[in-house]
C-alpha cells in the first residue's frame, strides 16, 4: 500500500471497520470443490466426513473442523470467565469510584479480558461474525468493535447517564465493550474529545460535573459496560455450545446435514476468512497504519494504535498471533492437534507448513522486539514496529497466495482489489 490512499478506502462498509487490502491472482474453483495431493482440484473427492479421498490417508477434515468447533468453544469460555472477573471488579469500582485501588483492580481486569478476547479474535465465524455472513449473529462487535470508536459519544454518554437507561444495550457499539472500558478505566484526564458546540460544553454540564463527579460518572459507566460485554460473552458461548444454539454441530457437519454449510468447503472458506484478520486487522490496521505506510486520516499517525489509553497495544498483537497459532497449528497444550498444517501436509505442501510456522514464530519474535510498548517504540524506534510489521507481512504473503491456492481456499472478498 501506499501513502496517501483516502482513508474511506481504507474503512469497509461493516461494522468491524475493515479495510480492504491485497488482490492476488488466484484459481477459484467450485464451492465444494477439494484439493488433491498435489494441490490441484479433485472433483470427485470427498466432501464431508470420514476419509477424503484427496489427501494422505489418515487425515480426516471432518475432525478437522470438530477440532476447531472445540477449539472456539474453549476460548469463548476462557473469555467469558474473564468477562465474569471484569463486571465483578467494575461494580466494586463503581461502588468506590475515589477508591484507586479498585479502580486499579478494574483495569488489571480489563487486561486479562483483552488477552482473552485477542485471542479469540481469530475465531471471527459464526456467531460472532457479521451478517451476511454464514451463522453470523454480529456478536463480535458487541464485545469491541474496534476500530469503530466514538470518543465523543462516549463523553456525551458520561455526562447524560444513558448508560443507565435500558436502552443502553441497544446504543452505538462504538460506545460500549471493551473499547469504550478502556478509554473510561484508562483516561484519567478531565477533558473530552467533543468540539465546542457540543451540549456538554456549550451548556457547561461536562465542566459542572468536576473531577469527582467526572470519576464516579465513569467508574458508573464503565460498569454498565462491563455488564453488557459479559451479557455478550455468554451469549456467544451458548450460541456455540450443544445445549443451546450448537453451532459446533452446524461447523462439524458442514457438507452432510448442516443447515448452515452446504459443503465442507463452505465451511472451510469461512475459518479461512477469519484468520485474513491477521493480514487485514493486524498487520494493516495495528502496524501499517500507526507507521503511516497507509494514511492515517489525521493528525499523528502513532495516534492510530489500538490502545492508546491502556497502551497494551503490542500485548494485543501477541494474543492475535497467539489465536493465528490456535487455528492454524492447533489448539491444545504446545499446540498440539489436529488442524490446517496437518491438512497441508495430508496434501503434500509440507514444506508450505513448515515455512508458514516459521513465519509465525518470526512474527511473534519480532513483535517481542518492540519494546517497552508499541507506543514507546513508536516514537523512539520505529524501526522496531516496521521490522514487526514486515515479519506479519512475510507470514500474510503465504497465507493469501499459496496457502489457499494449496488447499483451494477462497480470498476473501474484504481483501479484494489491493495489491500489498
Not at 451478517?131 to 465523543?152: E, H, M, T, V
Request: negative net charge; glycine residues 10%.
Amino acid at each position: 500500500m501506499t501513502r496517501g490512499r483516502p482513508l474511506v478506502a481504507l474503512l469497509g462498509a461493516t461494522a468491524m471497520g475493515i479495510l480492504a487490502v491485497v488482490a492476488v491472482a488466484c484459481r477459484v474453483d467450485a464451492p465444494g470443490e477439494d484439493v488433491n495431493v498435489k494441490g490441484t482440484p479433485n472433483r470427485g473427492g470427498a466432501t464431508s466426513g470420514g476419509t477424503p479421498t484427496n489427501v494422505a490417508p489418515g487425515f480426516d477434515k471432518r475432525a478437522l473442523l470438530a477440532s476447531i468447533a472445540e477449539c472456539t468453544v474453549g476460548r469463548y469460555r476462557a473469555f467469558e470467565a474473564v468477562a465474569r472477573e471484569l463486571d465483578v471488579a467494575a461494580r466494586a469500582w463503581a461502588g468506590s469510584p475515589a477508591d484507586d485501588g479498585l479502580r486499579t483492580r478494574t483495569q488489571a481486569a480489563y487486561a486479562r479480558a483483552m488477552d482473552a478476547w485477542q485471542r479469540a479474535e481469530m475465531f471471527r465465524f459464526g456467531p460472532a461474525s457479521a451478517s451476511p455472513r454464514p451463522g453470523a449473529k454480529d456478536l463480535r462487535d458487541q464485545i469491541y468493535a474496534w476500530p469503530l470508536f466514538n470518543r465523543c459519544k462516549i463523553d456525551e454518554t458520561t455526562v447524560d447517564g444513558s448508560y443507565g437507561a435500558g436502552a443502553f444495550p441497544t446504543s452505538l457499539i462504538s460506545a460500549r465493550g471493551l473499547g469504550a472500558i478502556e478509554y473510561l478505566a484508562f483516561h484519567g484526564g478531565t477533558d473530552n474529545a467533543c468540539s465546542s458546540f457540543s451540549p456538554i460544553n456549550a451548556n457547561g454540564t461536562w465542566a459542572a460535573l468536576g473531577p469527582a463527579g467526572l470519576r464516579g460518572r465513569k467508574a458508573a459507566y464503565t460498569a454498565a459496560a462491563a455488564a453488557d460485554v459479559l451479557s455478550r460473552a455468554t451469549a456467544l458461548v451458548r450460541a456455540w455450545e450443544p445445549a443451546s444454539g450448537d453451532f459446533q454441530k452446524e461447523l462439524v457437519t458442514a457438507g452432510s446435514g448442516s443447515r448452515v454449510f452446504a459443503t465442507n468447503q463452505d465451511a472451510f472458506n469461512t475459518i479461512n476468512d477469519a484468520l485474513f484478520y491477521v493480514e487485514v486487522e493486524v498487520k494493516d490496521l495495528k502496524l501499517a497504519r500507526p507507521l503511516g505506510l497507509v494514511e492515517c486520516g489525521h493528525g499523528s499517525c502513532a495516534s492510530t494504535v489500538e490502545s492508546p489509553w491502556a497502551r497494551r497495544s503490542k500485548e494485543n498483537i501477541a494474543a492475535n498471533l497467539e489465536g493465528f497459532r490456535d487455528v492454524f497449528q492447533g489448539c491444545g497444550e504446545g499446540h498440539a492437534g489436529v488442524s490446517f498444517d496437518d491438512w497441508l501436509r495430508a496434501a503434500g505442501a509440507g514444506d508450505l507448513a513448515d515455512r508458514m510456522l516459521a513465519a509465525t514464530t518470526g512474527a511473534e519474535q519480532a513483535i517481542v522486539a518492540v519494546g517497552p510498548s508499541l507506543e514507546d517504540a513508536l516514537a523512539a524506534r520505529p524501526a522496531e514496529v516496521a521490522a514487526a510489521h514486515a515479519a506479519v507481512k512475510r507470514l500474510t504473503d503465504l497465507l493469501k497466495t499459496e496457502f489457499i491456492s494449496v488447499l483451494n481456499l477462497e480470498l476473501p472478498k474484504t481483501t479484494e482489489g489491493d495489491n500489498d
